[in-house]
């Protein structure tokens, strides 16, 4: 297992330096953002309107203490890489001090290869920072829901995604559902202050809200399938890259239904997993793996966003799922599906995406393979929250009274 996971990280080093730099282009983004912020004394999200949430600033502050630290031996690049390589050790340990070796082993030689085939993307993004985070999130709480939601609130002001769990967390933590409420509002309250005694204006706290209010439908999203596949068939899309997010979107024929689609179904979908997880409550630990796997999938396949880091997503609730004694019918199929699709991401970004852009066939078709791999995983994981339920009410119902002739 260390084997693995140390030759795992050395090629995603390795690749994202040597290889395939474009893929860690948002490592040098970070790196400026941080620089800029000391020499002007204007940080992003404290002083000015930000993408991400303001507590992101920290690991990106901390690699530039790691390449001080270690005397010109470390660019940025390199610093950033060696801070994620510690967490996911960190996060592996916990696992393995939980777990246990023999329950944990296999599941997390799974997660590396699934960082490795996902390529540079998968160690080179803020969704590296936080995936690790839900991982022990998802660990933990059984045992100690109040870390549990520590974590998830600490991921959520990194980058939103892992606050939708902490809905799911406090409604199965039963009697422990006021710690879970307390400390998310606790945390919160703690980065309020201190954006307020470094001086920064608190309008710019929620500044990320809207940012994916006025953006287009990236042309590698989910949603983008059928406008991916028109072009595949000749049509005529136009594609246009927005310079303020670094991304390349699509406004041709349906796009804007395609929008409209995902900015009404994401909150649908999500209440609706919201809802399986409470009718399975009785098994709680299996309700918020199940949700979790739910949650990340509907906010993928329904966000106008395509980013590759986003398949990250897949891998925590899947690993935790591997671990589990139950369910391996379930979740052995998810994670060579998620393996699969990873493949099929790296493939699109970076190793070929100019390919894409240029309306290659044979990307455009790959493109769309990769769109609905992921969403026959969201089918699955709704498909296994349903089972679950249904297994739920088989336990609790009462036998049926035998009718006498």
């Known amino acids: 297992m260390v084997v693995v996971f140390v030759a795992c990280h050395l090629y995603l080093i390795w690749v994202a330096a040597q290889v395939q730099p474009v893929g860690a282009i948002d490592v040098g983004l970070y790196?400026?953002?941080?620089?800029?912020?000391?020499?002007?004394?204007?940080?992003?999200?404290?002083?000015?309107?930000?993408?991400?949430?303001?507590?992101?600033?920290?690991?990106?502050?901390?690699?530039?203490?790691?390449?001080?630290?270690?005397?010109?031996?470390?660019?940025?690049?390199?610093?950033?890489?060696?801070?994620?390589?510690?967490?996911?050790?960190?996060?592996?340990?916990?696992?393995?001090?939980?777990?246990?070796?023999?329950?944990?082993?296999?599941?997390?030689?799974?997660?590396?290869?699934?960082?490795?085939?996902?390529?540079?993307?998968?160690i080179t993004r803020l969704d590296a920072i936080i995936m690790p985070l839900v991982l022990m999130a998802l660990v933990l709480a059984a045992a100690r829901p109040g870390l549990a939601a520590l974590l998830l609130t600490l991921g959520a002001w990194i980058k939103v995604v892992p606050g939708v769990l902490l809905a799911p967390l406090a409604l199965l933590a039963r009697r422990s559902w006021r710690q879970v409420v307390a400390v998310g509002l606790g945390v919160?309250?703690?980065v309020v202050m201190l954006v307020w005694l470094l001086g920064g204006n608190l309008r710019w706290l929620g500044s990320f809200l809207g940012t994916d209010q006025s953006r287009g439908l990236q042309?590698?999203?989910?949603?983008?399938?059928?406008?991916?596949?028109?072009?595949?068939?000749?049509?005529?899309?136009?594609?246009?890259?927005?310079?303020?997010?670094?991304?390349?979107?699509?406004?041709?024929?349906?796009?804007?239904?395609?929008a409209l689609i995902?900015?009404?179904?994401?909150?649908?979908?999500?209440?609706?997993?919201?809802?399986?997880?409470?009718?399975?409550?009785?098994?709680?630990?299996?309700?918020?793996?199940?949700?979790?796997?739910?949650?990340?999938t509907v906010l993928i396949v329904f966000n106008k966003v395509g980013s590759p880091q986003f398949y990250t997503w897949l891998a925590p609730a899947v690993v935790v799922g591997l671990m589990s004694r139950r369910n391996q019918l379930f979740w052995g199929p998810m994670a060579a599906l998620a393996t699969f699709t990873a493949v099929l991401t790296w493939?699109?970004?970076?190793?070929?995406?100019?390919?894409?852009l240029e309306a290659d066939r044979w990307m455009l078709l790959i493109v769309a393979l990769r769109n609905v791999c992921m969403v026959l995983i969201m089918c699955g994981a709704v498909v296994g929250q349903w089972r679950l339920v249904q297994a739920v009410r088989t336990e609790v119902s009462p036998r049926p009274v035998a009718r006498h002739l």
């Not at 999500?270 to 009718?279: E, K, N, P, S």
């Open 347 to 356: 493939l699109i970004f970076p190793t070929f995406y100019m390919e894409f």
């Open 31 to 122: 790196e400026w953002w941080v620089k800029e912020g000391w020499s002007d004394q204007a940080w992003p999200g404290i002083d000015r309107a930000w993408v991400y949430p303001v507590v992101a600033l920290v690991p990106m502050i901390v690699s530039v203490w790691l390449e001080q630290l270690s005397g010109g031996w470390l660019n940025y690049l390199a610093a950033w890489c060696v801070m994620v390589s510690l967490l996911n050790a960190t996060a592996s340990v916990v696992v393995l001090r939980t777990l246990g070796l023999r329950r944990a082993a296999w599941p997390l030689i799974w997660w590396f290869v699934f960082l490795a085939v996902l390529g540079p993307v998968s």
């Open 262 to 296: 995902g900015n009404v179904g994401l909150p649908l979908a999500c209440l609706g997993v919201l809802w399986l997880a409470w009718l399975a409550r009785r098994r709680p630990g299996d309700a918020l793996l199940y949700s979790a796997q739910g949650f990340f």
């Open 188 to 190: 919160s309250a703690v």
């Open 219 to 258: 042309v590698e999203s989910v949603l983008a399938t059928p406008v991916v596949l028109a072009h595949a068939a000749g049509g005529e899309v136009i594609w246009q890259y927005n310079d303020e997010l670094s991304t390349v979107e699509t406004w041709g024929p349906g796009a804007q239904t395609a």
